[in-house]
């Protein structure tokens, strides 16, 4: 991971620690690094709603990033008696790199695969040779094919019986380049109007490793608009 991105909706103020490094403090006195009581207040009134708050991290100021982390918040009101609070917080990963070991180019593909999928090592990462919106490392982490258009990782949702019916296809991480690598899945739901509410994942549907099955997921149709997506990515074995 080279950068994150998090956006935060609050009321009234935070900070925000990744793996014990503070990354944010908004609304809250004190200097970075320094102890706040747990009663402690902040500088004024935010309402929630109205005042998200977005932070870049790379660089120096990207904490030490390993397998399992630990995103760690302290909340604060502008007064001890207020009745209200919220938080509500996306981190997203913006720029990453798989660790390749045979990527005699460095362009984070490996060579094999390119050998096998474009036809040699000339493409980049964020090319596209079938022109398809999809990058050639997207085609890579999804399994499909970087020089057949419309070959995508495509995510079916529908009624059938007045119960929504959202399904895919997985594929195993099989052949060159993925040597020592398994494809995993996760299906995702937000509700209310468009999609910048809160993603969170279907119970059930964390984690699918994928070996060629199609993922089937049905539910009774909600009284509230739902959007769903599906995520893929590649793990070490």
Known sequence: VTRLEVDVDYDDGFILWINGHEVARVNVPGAVGEPVAHDETCAGYVSAGTAAWTGSLSGGGLPELGTVNVVAVQLFNNSIGSGDAMFDAALSVVEYSLPVADDADQDVLPDDWEQAALGGTGESADGDK??????????????????????????????????????????????????????????????????????????????????GQNVVYTDTAPDVPSCF?????????
């Open 130 to 211: 079938d022109g398809d919106g999809m990058s050639n490392l997207e085609e890579y982490i999804a399994g499909t094919d970087p020089r057949q258009k419309g070959s995508w990782f495509m995510v079916d949702v529908g009624l059938s019986a007045g119960q929504i019916v959202v399904s895919f296809q997985t594929r195993a991480a099989s052949g060159a380049g993925y040597e020592g690598e398994s494809r995993h899945y996760a299906l995702e739901r937000c509700t209310g109007a468009g999609t910048q509410g809160t993603w969170t994942p279907v119970p059930g549907y964390e984690n699918i490793l994928g070996a």
């Open 229 to 237: 997506r599906a995520r893929v990515w590649l793990e070490a074995d």
